[in-house]
């Protein structure tokens, strides 16, 4: 499962209720700015901007949870993962009800795959402002890992709420079609995926999902057709060889299996494709 990466936020002090200068306001806003476009470019230097100019703004105000939760950012863009998090709770130490900076720990600890952690800075992230659309998606998203259906079909149902473009609404459908498919919500799950691939009938994530349903309706052609489809885009590879290699083998169809095996490195990947086989 993959998870969605986190937007860039524009840290300003208007988010903490810890008011600063305009001079710090403005070597934010700059700072911001810089993050953004290393978003688009990953170009290190402009990277190196931002710092600078952050830091500078904690010259001017070092009590700034704002400056602190850009910074914490800025050095989760480099890798440095311990100091990010020491930005980030010295931000939630001056202003606990800062949302930015609940939100990027959550984004810290997915980085390290500390799943609960990371839910209960979603949580609080949105408890002080539940129009956060990227920090209920992850938290989705989170469940789905978690392997707790219920909690996922609620938060999906949640980010259903927003105002969202063709592909993210979807994704949203698919992934709550998916959460609807693990508790045997079957006919609620074949819906809203086939509403999902109307509004986005190319969408990898899309037809994995519905490729997933309808191996579980015994719709196996139009499952290895789904299946194939998704398997184009690296994030969905592996998962939907696995699941191919499963309906072949189901099928009886050992010769168009073999290849698809030997794409496979050697690993715990054996076990998943006979978990899945049996479920069938």
């Known amino acids: 499962m993959r ?19 305009e001079e710090a306001n403005l070597h934010l806003l700059r700072a911001a700015r810089a993050l953004e476009t290393h978003a688009r470019t990953r170009d290190t230097t402009v990277l190196d ?8 703004a904690l010259e001017y105000a070092p009590h700034s949870a704002a400056a602190r939760t850009t910074l914490g950012l800025i050095l989760m863009e480099r890798g440095e993962r311990e100091r990010a998090e020491r930005e980030l709770r010295v931000a939630l130490e001056i202003d606990p009800d800062f949302d930015e900076a609940w939100a990027n720990l959550g984004v810290l600890e997915l980085s390290r795959a ?22 209920r998606t992850n938290l989705a998203k989170l469940w789905l890992d978690l392997e707790e259906f219920e909690q996922a079909r609620a938060q999906w149902m949640r980010v259903l709420t927003f105002e969202l473009e ?9 992934w709550l079609a ?12 074949h819906a809203r995926v086939h509403r999902a691939a109307e509004l986005a009938p190319t969408s990898h994530s899309v037809r994995f ?9 015994g719709s196996l052609h139009s499952a290895l057709a789904d299946l194939q489809f998704a398997a184009r885009n690296p994030a969905y590879e592996r998962a939907s060889i696995v699941r191919q290699i499963a309906i072949y083998l ?3 169809d050992d010769e168009s299996a073999a290849p698809l095996l030997a794409r496979l490195e050697e690993s715990e990947e054996t076990s998943v494709i006979m978990e899945y086989f049996r479920e069938q």
């Not at 901007?49 to 500078?56: G, M, N, P, Q, Y």
């Open 3 to 21: 998870i969605l990466l986190p937007t860039l936020f524009l840290l300003f002090a208007c988010g903490s209720s810890v008011q600063i200068s």
């Open 49 to 56: 901007i931002a710092e600078s100019e952050t830091r500078v």
């Open 114 to 135: 500390r799943l609960r952690s990371a839910a209960e800075c979603f949580e609080a992230a949105l408890a002080i402002d539940p129009s956060r659309i990227a920090a």
């Open 166 to 174: 063709r592909p993210e609404r979807a994704e949203a459908l698919a």
């Open 178 to 189: 998916y959460s609807e498919l693990r508790l045997s919500s079957m006919d609620a799950a």
């Open 209 to 217: 999902v519905r490729g997933l349903i309808y191996a579980h309706r």
């Open 250 to 252: 189901a099928m009886g």
